[in-house]
Structure formats: C-alpha cells, structure tokens
DNA sequence: TCTCTATCTGCAAACAGTTGCACATGTATT
DNA sequence: AATACATGTGCAACTGTTTGCAGATAGAGA
C-alpha cells in the first residue's frame, strides 16, 4: 500500500471523508505556489477547472481539516490573510519583519530544543512546524529609539 | 521626570499624540482584567464613562500602536478574537490546546535561548513576548492516532 | 494666545474567516 | 445494487478587524 492510500485508509477509519472538494483543494496546494491564500486555492482550481466552483467555506473548513491532520500547515506572514502550505518538504520558519514587511526564512531546527523542553515539561505536543515569528530586521532597528 | 512622563515625552518626540480616546484604552487595559478583547476594552470605557464612545477602528488601531510602541501585547488564544494585555509585568507565554481549547500558562525562559540565537545569527529582534504556542496537551494526545 | 499642520478620529464600506441550517453525498453494510 | 446514516457542502448571515476618506484636533512654534 502506498503512502497515499495508507493515509487515506487511516483517514477513513477515522470517519473522514475524501470528498472532490478536498481532492481539488489538495490538488491546488500540490500544484500552486509555496504558500497560497485561500483565495488563490480558488483561483487556481477555477483555472484548472472552469466549470466547477468550490464553495469559500469549504475551502476554509477543508484547509482547517487538513491542518488537523497535519497535512497543512497554516500561517501568518504579516498579511492579513493566513497562507497555506503543504507539510513534509521545504521545510522552515519565518522572521517576519513589522517594520519594513521582510520576510526571511531560517533553519526550522532552530525550535527543537523548545519543543523538546515542552514535551518535558508539560507533556505537550506543540505544533511548530513553518511558523512565523514577528519582530524587527537588522535595518529596522537603526532609529527605533528617540530622536 | 517619571517613567511615564518620560515616556510620553519620548513618544511626543517622534511625532504620536496622546488623545483622549487613547488615554481611554490605556486607563481600561489598566483597570480590566489582563487579557482584554477589543471589545471588553469597549465595554469597560462605556461602563467607567457612559457619555463617552470611542470608535471601534480607533480602539483597534490605539491597539495596534500600543503594540508597535512597545507597551501592548496582542495574542491569540484560540478563540476567533485577539487579547491585548499591557506588557511589563505577570511576564508570561502560553500553550493552546488545538483539542480541547485549554490554555496552560508557563515561564516565560523558555524563548530566551531562541531569541538570543535569532539575534546573533540574523540580527533579528524577535518580538517574543506574552505569545501563544499552539498544539495538544498531554491528554488530547490520547487517541490521536488511527483506531 | 493664535496659527499651522501632521496626525488622529468617526463613519461606512470592505475584507478574511466562521457558523447555522437544510440538503447532498461518501462510505460501510447488506 | 440498494439502504442508511454520519459527515460534508452551499448558501446566507454574521463576527472580528481593516481601510479610505473627510473633517477634527494635539501639540509645536510664533
Ligand atoms: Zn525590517
Ligand atoms: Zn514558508
Ligand atoms: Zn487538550
Ligand atoms: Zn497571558
């Protein structure tokens, strides 16, 4: 059995569905750019197929379920919208700069040793994975203090 | 000079005013509870002021100065609205629980390491404080996996 | 105290995302 | 293939938050 198929199996035991929505939904993350909007998952799974419209809610509620799952990751870069990213490879955080907007993306191993403690500590299980984490650039704090 | 005088003549410096609706919000996060919604900031300006109303989007965006000076947190806490809190003291993070929507209170050290790291590696100064780390207690990791 | 102007406010419209509900459908079972 | 029901979808209304704009005002300078 395939990764896939395995996953799907598990899914389904779980209850879940796959429904043509989220098969076009998956197909649209799989196809469009690194971290898509839930709109540009509309749009794209309008280009790819004119006839067929998916509904914003449920676009949303599939991304939340994939999110879930763990398939997803969701994300905020300082827009005001969230993006969406597939899990798995590519793998990284964000320093997103809220003077100047910048995004840099840096080494995800930055972060194990918190998540390591948390388990410790508190027996918790955090999701960590392609986060972002705001604050100000190098060439942002030049000027930050009176003046 | 006080520190709040200081501060004030610090933020007059670089070209913010202090106007009364702003004394307002800051006079509720004062008195309120330490985690505001922008909507109990309201509600308790109506209640200490009744004549008085301040405009949701100017509560909004003192909110957002208060963080961008420095004085305010924003979080998210796993509910569909942001809680602000005023910074600089009861110094702390959060774990959300994505299961149970539980909320666990713990030591703010735990981000210190990272934050050192990410400003000696990138120059960045992470805005690391009163955040939320989302994921699953202890007991919603029972009967995660498939059965 | 008066003037000046960059900053701030209120309003209304817009936006991203969520929710309630009635209907539709994927999937297990037969 | 037909049945049955839990889960998912579309729609419309709603929530929390942001934005554009015109008029108001805090605070600096004369
Ligand atoms: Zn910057
Ligand atoms: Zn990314
Ligand atoms: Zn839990
Ligand atoms: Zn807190």
Redesign the interface.
Known sequence: MSDHDELIH?LR??GHRLTPQRRLVLEALQHGDHHMSADEIAQTIIAHYPSISVDPATIYRTLRWLR?VDLVSETSLGQNHMVYALLGSDDHHH?V??GCSGV?E?DPS??D??RQ??KA????????AHIS??????RC?IGEH??
Chains 1, 2 share one sequence.
């Open positions: 598990s035991a779980r879930d320093l700069c809220e840099i840096i930055i972060l040793p918190v403690e948390l500590r508190y027996g918790f299980a955090a999701r960590l984490i705001f604050g100000l650039c190098a704090q009176e003046g």
